[in-house]
């Protein structure tokens, strides 16, 4: 496995798979991996001949100083597992790399990025679009690999490579989760014993917002249940409640007519978890 941690590198092992004919699928991440991003390899490598992971803890996109130090990283433990994996290389950039001194522009889905509690994670998604933009740009995969639980930023990665002509194709992967319905993710680690209990309480409202879905009651009595449930867990802080139409994720209203994407954020002791479910009726 290659490990290539500049651009020069990258780019010269790309030309070499290139000249053999080898397609390439990229699967973005932050590190810390888990079987989730592991279904993302397993998935990259049955899209094209050879598969190329980033790691890369993007500061962009953190709005807080104090949740990018806290993030979790293990390099030496990513690379282990990704050399028992069918990957290729690995391209472990420096922030100085990804954002050059003086470094100014910027790739903004505008309306999505604003619409998805644009005031609550204020620049997070241009923080996305703009370290997926330059990932494209190094790495020219044919084909990338993101997951549902970051449902937004799956949307946010299809809009941009629709609007900029990217030539790669986008596939969604589905959610892994803990045997008892906990979205795996990186900061998991982070939670305690007694608040990794209490996050349960998103993938039950999950469940909770199908039911409802299924009985044909209205998004707004859906996205109340919602609230109502996780604010009763003591140990959740809510961020938010999005219930809107898959792919465009356009608010909805009133009995649903069609699929809907319910998208749940809330901290648990201090730590911000996410969950989604697309649900077709
Ligand atoms: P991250 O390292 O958290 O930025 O995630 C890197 C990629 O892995 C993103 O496309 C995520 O959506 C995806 N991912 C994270 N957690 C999961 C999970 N539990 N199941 C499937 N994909 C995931």
């Known amino acids: 496995m290659e490990v290539c941690t500049t651009p020069n590198e990258l780019r010269a092992y ?37 598969v190329i992971v980033s790691i890369f803890v993007n500061p962009t996109q953190f709005g807080d100083p104090a949740d990018l130090e806290a993030y979790p990283r293990d390099t030496k433990r990513d690379l282990a597992i990704l050399r028992e994996a069918d990957v290729e290389a690995v391209f472990l950039p ?74 790669v194709r986008i596939v969604g992967c589905p959610t892994v989760r803990e045997p008892d319905g906990l979205a795996l993710s990186s900061r998991n680690v982070r939670l305690s014993p007694e608040d990794r209990t209490a996050a349960l ?22 996205r109340d249940a919602v609230v109502e449930m996780i604010r009763a867990e003591p140990r959740a802080t809510l961020k938010s409640v999005d219930i809107a139409e898959p792919g465009t994720l356009k608010p909805l209203s009133g009995p649903p007519s069609g699929p809907l994407a319910v998208m749940l954020s809330a901290e648990f002791g201090g730590v911000l978890l996410i969950d989604q479910r697309e649900i077709f009726l």
């Open 14 to 50: 790309v030309r070499w798979l290139r000249k053999q004919g080898l397609s390439i699928a990229l699967v973005p991440t932050m590190g810390y991996l888990h079987a989730g991003h592991m279904s993302l390899v397993e998935r990259a490598s049955r899209e094209a001949k050879r």
């Open 201 to 222: 309480v998103l993938n039950r409202a999950l469940d909770r917002a199908e039911e409802m879905a299924a009985a044909g009651t209205t998004v707004e009595a859906m």
């Open 94 to 167: 420096t922030a100085k790399t990804m954002y050059p001194d003086g470094h100014e522009t910027i790739v903004e889905t505008t309306r999505l990025a604003e619409a998805l509690h644009g005031e609550l994670r204020a620049g997070h998604f241009r923080g996305v679009t703009t370290v997926v933009a330059k990932l494209f740009n190094l790495v020219t995969p044919d084909v990338a690999c993101f997951g549902e639980k970051d449902y937004q930023q799956l949307q946010v990665v299809r809009t941009m490579v629709r609007d900029l002509h990217f030539p």
